[in-house]
């Protein structure tokens, strides 16, 4: 399986730190080997089937849906926008994928806080990246949120760049969530509970 390339460093350092100490001590090496061997399972990047419908709107993360709400005032597509919440464990694949094709109007970094990602504050208080795709009839807007643990958001796109529904964008390490907002003429397909995966799940529908 494809392994994210931000991965490899952490990935080659536990498995060669595991290997040299288990020499000496050899619980200890299996221990830091073992940790080695999660983290090249937690950056894996699996090859998805992208729906090829124009109207739809993909997941930009694998998770759980957390909430499914009106968007906040002064959300960044105003009245009327959804707010779809994805909560993403430890375990599930945390490679960030374009929900629409278009180009990328807008990106916004801001340091903040590691609050829990699954807490509703960390929407507002965490350390996060919002990013702006722009198809020519809508926009729509996703937040990657670092989580308690995660404390390195990956953006590889730029402002004006192109990119293709499902497109790779990024990533968000060790445990994280993700916040999109939908236009008001986006028909929802989700619901809270909900699992979904990046690139291949439907969040909402375009007239």
Same mark, same amino acid.
């Given at each position: 399986m494809p392994i994210a390339r931000e991965g490899w460093p952490y990935?080659?350092? $536990?498995?060669?730190l595991g290997a040299a100490v288990c020499l000496r001590y050899p619980w200890a090496g299996?221990?830091? $080997? /073992? $940790?080695?061997v999660f983290t090249l399972f937690f950056f894996r990047d699996p090859e998805r089937a992208i729906p090829s419908d124009p109207r739809l709107v993909l997941s930009p993360a694998d998770g759980k849906v957390v909430k499914v709400v009106p968007a906040p005032e002064g959300n960044p597509l105003g009245a009327g926008a959804t707010q779809v919440s994805i909560f993403l464990s430890v375990f599930d694949v945390h490679v960030n994928r374009s929900p629409i094709s278009g180009r990328i109007a807008e990106v916004h970094y801001h340091?903040?806080? %590691? $609050?829990?990602? %699954?807490d509703d504050k960390a929407s507002l208080r965490n350390e996060q990246n919002s990013v702006t795709v722009d198809d020519g009839?809508?926009?729509?807007v996703f937040k990657q949120i670092a989580g308690l643990i995660a404390r390195r958001i990956v953006f590889r796109k730029?402002?004006?760049?192109?990119?293709e529904r499902g497109e790779r964008v990024g990533l968000i390490k060790f445990g994280s969530r993700v916040d999109v907002f939908l236009? /008001?003429?986006?028909?929802?397909?989700?619901k809270v509970g909900d699992r979904v995966e990046g690139g291949t799940s439907v969040l909402g529908e375009a007239p």
């Open positions: 990935v080659t350092t $536990l498995l060669l299996g221990a830091i $080997l /073992s $940790l080695g340091k903040g806080e %590691f $609050l829990p990602a %699954f009839k809508r926009r729509i730029r402002v004006n760049d192109p990119v236009p /008001s003429d986006v028909r929802i397909r989700v």
